[in-house]
């Protein structure tokens, strides 16, 4: 894989289908090029994208969680929704009602971003703590004023208690209610501004206490049923309800074993899950009604992630016509559609009778599921990301201003050509680094006020880098599965350092035809033809240990 680019960054623009490259396969089986959502078609929507090797064929269980994965919310309605509830448990708790004139803004806010307690700004950062981006409320900071605050543009992302990220997608709308209040004290005459906070007469109301109140906000919106409640009362706009759903699961179920894992409670569960499994309204007579709790081998609520995949908490079974817990901790065998609540990740394995790399889970949570999940218990990984499909669109359509770019870079490289430490000319590159930055600033815009959820021009993120790190696979939706046998080998590109990226290859002159292939068709062979077999018959190793 070409360095800093992910594995989606292969998909090409253009109107006809992405020419194919290693980590993002077209799917040999359903649909032809160019039709429907699958891997065929335009722009790489239903692909699945690859960072390790993983041969699906080996995978004897799949695990789903349920926020955001199986139930996607629509966006913005449902960040709207949480935003609303989130300024009205603030003023209740005493802020200016003011403030209940701000409206969620999608465009703003990016998954990824860190908010700064000290100095109340929220930064976009790589993965070593370089500031890519910085904004106070929604005033967006530059040169002197960063180093003001940030005088090596670097942050200590280890000092968790000042630097918090804000990884998942719940935590759009949190990002952007803190540019909120931080716009509205800054622009309120009643305040006076100070570095770390604002003051008011005898009272100093700090960036640490703002962020306190409103992480206390988010845990009421959550833990108090209110979020859930307006949820409940119309499923139809804030939960998208898909037919393909069932059908995966159902498939899914022939050849493995299936399990949710949610932390939701089981009421809410319920509620959520009757919804996308239930068609009975639609025109399908040839569709038997199944309750949705037959699609799982296993269903655990109140998981508790990350701590489900640590020690846990205490497995009990779920009374499923009352949603109450019942007393005890349950020791038995696994029961057909039977509910449990806690538990621990070992405690899946136990009752479903396998192991860590058997399991291929699947979340959007890049910490509670994905990161744990790997790092404790060793399976394997999908990563849900939504906005991947806005992504897609920009990535292929503004191709021009990343080549651009990638351009500027090399005309910088040529410039220092045939100069060395013995030379005196020191080239103007002021009109480049100019250029450079307008480029990026240009394609930043293409995605929103933040920029890309992956990158800053050519820089990656946080996000991104800790995407490639710990997610095996990730697409916008796990429904992109459908368009996959489940025989199938999704491979990795290899991962090129500097040094291989940049030094080419010296060719010999010889007969044989192979010399002519890139590097990794050379060691792997054509990808159109069968994954090469051991003595044994096997396929071969999926890349992992």
Request: aromatic share 12%; hydrophobic share 35%; with cysteine.
């Amino acid at each position: 894989m070409c360095r800093g680019l992910l594995p989606h960054a292969w998909v090409k623009a253009g109107p006809g289908p992405a020419s194919e490259a290693p980590g993002c396969r077209k799917s040999p089986g359903r649909g032809q090029p160019g039709e429907g959502p699958g891997p065929w078609a335009p722009g790489g929507f239903g692909r699945i994208f690859v960072n390790r090797s993983l041969a699906l064929e080996k995978i004897k269980c799949f695990g789903f969680d349920m926020d955001y994965t199986l139930a996607m919310y629509k966006s913005p309605d449902y960040e709207e929704l949480a935003f609303a509830l989130l300024l009205e448990h603030l003023v209740a708790i005493g802020y200016p009602p003011e403030i209940l004139a701000y409206k969620y803004d999608p465009t703003f806010p990016t998954r990824g971003l860190v908010f700064d307690a000290l100095y109340g700004n929220l930064l976009k950062v790589d993965s070593h703590g370089n500031l890519l981006v910085c904004a106070h409320g929604f005033r967006f900071l530059k040169g002197a004023e960063i180093l003001h605050y940030y005088p090596n543009k670097f942050i200590q992302r280890d000092d968790m208690k000042r630097f918090h990220i804000l990884n998942t997608l719940f935590n759009l709308t949190e990002a952007h209610l803190y540019a909120c209040l931080v716009d509205f004290f800054t622009n309120c005459s009643r305040y006076v501004n100070c570095d770390t906070g604002y003051k008011h007469g005898n009272l100093f109301m700090s960036f640490r206490s703002m962020f306190q109140d409103v992480r206390e906000a988010m845990d009421h919106v959550h833990l108090s049923g209110c979020l859930k409640e307006k949820t409940l009362e119309n499923l139809e706009k804030y939960v998208v309800k898909d037919p393909r759903v069932p059908l995966l699961l159902s498939r899914m179920k022939e050849v493995g074993k299936v399990f949710l894992a949610t932390n939701s409670d089981y009421t809410y569960t319920d509620a959520i899950m009757s919804y996308l499994f239930d068609f009975s309204n639609e025109d399908k007579a040839d569709v038997p009604r199944r309750p949705w709790r037959s699609y799982f081998d296993l269903i655990v609520v109140d998981t508790r992630k990350p701590l489900f995949f640590a020690e846990g908490t205490v497995l009990r079974q779920v009374d499923t016509d009352t949603g109450k817990l019942r007393i005890g901790t349950y020791t038995g065998p696994l029961q057909h559609c039977a509910v449990y609540s806690g538990g621990s990740s070992d405690v899946v394995c136990d009752l479903l009778g396998v192991k860590g790399k058997d399991i291929l889970y699947m979340g959007d949570h890049i910490f509670g599921d994905i990161l744990k999940s790997k790092k404790r218990q060793g399976w394997r990984t999908f990563l849900v990301v939504p906005e991947l499909a806005r992504e897609l669109q920009v990535w292929t359509e503004k191709s021009e201003l990343f080549e651009e770019l990638r351009s500027l870079d090399l005309f910088l490289a040529e410039l220092y050509q045939h100069l060395d430490s013995g030379s005196s000319e020191r080239p103007d590159i002021s009109s480049i680094k100019r250029r450079i930055q307008k480029v990026t600033h240009e394609m930043d815009m293409c995605y929103g006020k933040m920029g890309s959820l992956f990158r800053c021009g050519s820089r990656q993120t946080l996000f991104a880098n800790q995407l490639m790190r710990y997610a095996d696979l990730y697409a916008a939706s796990f429904i992109n599965f459908l368009y996959y046998p489940f025989s199938y080998l999704f491979r990795a590109p290899p991962v090129l350092m500097a040094h291989e990226s940049t030094v080419e290859h010296s060719h010999r002159d010889s007969g044989d035809a192979s010399t002519a292939l890139p590097p990794w068709l050379v060691q792997h062979g054509d990808p159109h033809q069968q994954v090469p077999q051991d003595s044994s018959g096997e396929e071969e190793d999926d890349g992992e240990a």
